[in-house]
């Protein structure tokens, strides 16, 4: 995985701190961890439409850093979308769900979740941060970012999680990823293609999964499947912080993915990239 081509795709003014995103028929869904609103940039018409996350049905925008839900994950299921909070502060434990044809929104509470979580895999609150989210077979796997105290980078499986009510099965994953100057990457998304993990992870300095830190660059991974065991690993960009990860076309000879970035900057501008790799 040595040969790849990133380049502009898109600039999606009015979208600040981009942490997710799923592609599907010329459409792109876009959350931000800055705001509680879904956001749809339709290609063919080159707009954006936004729908309220909050109960309130308030469109909440660039939400002051204490008070935000910290939506970092998204993930599409049968016509549904799945948006995770992070778990790194007590305001960021809601899963939305959205139904693809209607919209409805409706929300539940991750925090019996994240504590069966934190529990099984001896983290703390200190180091837990959820940044990639799969539904796969009913099954669902959250992916840890290892940016706290204690680096640790893994992906929880809950089993047949979309028909538990109270209790999981929870099995956890630790993954060793690579570092840059003494710094470590840490998972910001992931999706799943053909048996196969596609992730992102962003190495930034700092030991706190509240505070950002300064950005050393983002890389691109594949875990197997079945095994869990990493294949590989490229950095691609020492520049971006990416957050979000989805594929958006795929030949015989190339697969296509779509990036969004977070530069932590508070603007309300994102940047989505897109990357070409060979087929590997």
Same mark, same amino acid.
């Given at each position: 995985?040595?040969?790849?081509?990133?380049?502009?795709? %898109?600039?999606?003014?009015? %979208?600040?701190?981009?942490?997710?995103?799923?592609?599907?028929?010329?459409?792109?869904?876009?959350?931000?961890?800055?705001?509680? %609103?879904?956001?749809?940039?339709?290609?063919?018409?080159?707009?954006? /439409?936004?729908?309220?996350?909050?109960?309130?049905?308030?469109?909440?925008?660039?939400?002051?850093?204490?008070?935000?839900?910290?939506?970092?994950?998204?993930?599409?299921?049968?016509?549904?979308?799945?948006? @995770?909070?992070?778990?790194?502060? &007590?305001?960021?434990?809601?899963?939305?769900?959205?139904?693809?044809?209607?919209?409805?929104?409706?929300?539940?509470?991750?925090?019996?979740?994240?504590?069966?979580?934190?529990?099984?895999?001896?983290?703390?609150?200190? /180091?837990?941060?959820?940044?990639?989210? !799969?539904?796969?077979?009913?099954?669902?796997?959250?992916?840890?970012?290892?940016?706290?105290?204690?680096?640790?980078?893994?992906?929880?499986?809950?089993?047949?999680?979309?028909?538990?009510?109270?209790?999981?099965?929870?099995?956890?994953?630790?993954?060793?990823?690579?570092?840059?100057?003494?710094?470590? @990457?840490? @998972?910001?998304?992931?999706?799943?293609?053909?048996?196969?993990?596609?992730?992102?992870?962003?190495?930034?300095?700092?030991?706190?999964?509240?505070?950002?830190?300064?950005?050393?660059?983002?890389?691109?991974?594949? !875990?197997?499947?079945?095994?869990?065991?990493?294949?590989?690993?490229?950095?691609?960009?020492?520049?971006?912080? @990416?957050?979000?990860?989805?594929?958006?076309? &795929?030949?015989?000879?190339?697969?296509?993915?779509?990036?969004?970035?977070?530069?932590? /900057?508070?603007?309300?501008?994102?940047?989505?990239?897109?990357?070409?790799?060979?087929?590997?």
């Amino acid at each position: 995985m040595d040969v790849f081509s990133l380049s502009l795709f %898109v600039y999606l003014v009015g %979208v600040g701190a981009a942490s997710g995103l799923v592609y599907s028929d010329k459409s792109l869904k876009v959350i931000s961890d800055d705001s509680d %609103v879904l956001y749809t940039y339709n290609m063919d018409g080159n707009n954006i /439409d936004k729908l309220s996350l909050h109960p309130s049905g308030e469109l909440l925008e660039k939400r002051a850093k204490p008070e935000k839900s910290d939506f970092e994950a998204i993930t599409s299921y049968q016509d549904t979308y799945y948006i @995770f909070g992070s778990g790194s502060d &007590k305001n960021r434990n809601s899963l939305i769900k959205v139904a693809g044809e209607s919209n409805e929104v409706t929300q539940e509470s991750l925090i019996p979740l994240y504590q069966d979580l934190r529990r099984a895999a001896e983290i703390s609150e200190e /180091d837990f941060n959820i940044e990639g989210a !799969i539904i796969h077979k009913g099954d669902l796997l959250l992916f840890n970012r290892g940016n706290g105290p204690y680096q640790k980078n893994g992906v929880f499986f809950i089993a047949d999680f979309l028909n538990s009510t109270s209790s999981y099965n929870i099995s956890y994953q630790q993954i060793d990823l690579p570092g840059i100057h003494g710094v470590p @990457f840490g @998972f910001t998304d992931a999706i799943l293609e053909e048996d196969k993990i596609y992730f992102l992870a962003a190495a930034e300095a700092g030991e706190s999964t509240y505070q950002d830190g300064q950005v050393l660059g983002s890389l691109i991974g594949k !875990i197997d499947l079945k095994t869990m065991q990493l294949e590989s690993s490229m950095q691609i960009t020492n520049r971006y912080k @990416f957050e979000g990860i989805t594929v958006f076309e &795929k030949t015989e000879e190339n697969t296509t993915f779509l990036l969004c970035e977070d530069p932590d /900057d508070g603007g309300q501008e994102t940047k989505i990239f897109k990357l070409v790799l060979p087929r590997f």
